[in-house]
C-alpha cells in the first residue's frame, strides 16, 4: 500500500488536490467504466472537502472518530475502515 500512495502522490492525488478537482472533467473521466462513475466522481471531491474541512485533513481512524461523516462512507464501509485506515500501517 506505501508504494501505492507515492505513485499517486507523484501523479499529484492528494486530499488537497482531489478537493479542489472538478468531478465532471477531472475525476469522472478516470471512472468511465465504473458504473455511476458521475455519482462516485462527485462523492470523491466531497469526501476530500468533508476530510479537510472537519477532520484538518486527515482520515479519521474510527467509526466513533467520524468515519461516517464523509460523504459516501456509510456504516458497513466505515467498520470496514475502522480496521484496516490505520496510522501505523502507512509509516
Do not use: M, Q, W
Not at 471531491?45 to 474541512?53: E, F, I, K, P, T
Amino acid at each position: 500500500t506505501h508504494n501505492n500512495n507515492n505513485n499517486n502522490n507523484n501523479r499529484g492525488l492528494t486530499i488537497h488536490s482531489l478537493s479542489n478537482s472538478n468531478p465532471e472533467t477531472d475525476i469522472a473521466p478516470l471512472l468511465s467504466s465504473v458504473l455511476f462513475g458521475n455519482t462516485k466522481a462527485n462523492h470523491i471531491v466531497r469526501a476530500a472537502r468533508d476530510v479537510l474541512c472537519k477532520f484538518g485533513g486527515e482520515v479519521p481512524e474510527s467509526v466513533e472518530g467520524g468515519l461516517k461523516e464523509i460523504t459516501g462512507i456509510g456504516p458497513k464501509l466505515a467498520e470496514i475502515l475502522s480496521v484496516v485506515n490505520k496510522k501505523e500501517s502507512y509509516l
